[in-house]
């Protein structure tokens, strides 16, 4: 089944940027589309940004918008989040996810990369 295997995350202080990647090994999300999660401890996986693959169409949690930036580049099949202005809050571990369905729903994502650390200190 396709793979997505994120990288980027690392240890950053309030202020600065970083750059998040996600890969997936096939076109399976290309009738749907592929987007970022985030999860702390104790809690579930919160919506961050999606990219609707045919038409480019971006969402943003309502938190983000202004300083996180979704985008996509088609041959590679590659998702990627700039992200910056970063808060403590931002801390979590981020997964890139992909659905199948154009709807881009939270439930149509169910395929999941390993997750990649962003830690924003004080």
């Known amino acids: 089944q396709v793979q997505l295997v994120e990288s980027g995350g690392g240890e950053v202080r309030t202020g600065d940027s970083l750059s998040l990647s996600c890969t997936a090994s096939d076109r399976t999300f290309n009738n749907g589309g592929m987007g970022w999660f985030r999860q702390v401890p104790g809690k579930g996986r919160d919506f961050v940004a999606a990219?609707?693959?045919?038409?480019?169409?971006?969402f943003y949690e309502d938190s983000v918008k202004g300083r996180f930036t979704i985008s996509r580049n088609n041959a590679k099949n590659a998702i990627y989040l700039q992200m910056t202005n970063l808060k403590p809050e931002d801390t979590a571990v981020y997964y890139c996810?992909?659905?199948?369905?154009?709807?881009?729903?939270?439930?149509?994502?169910?395929?999941w990369g390993q997750g990649t650390q962003v830690t924003v200190s004080s």
């Open positions: 996810g992909g659905s199948r369905h154009g709807r881009l729903l939270k439930s149509d994502f169910r395929s």
């Open positions: 990219i609707r693959w045919s038409t480019g169409e971006t």
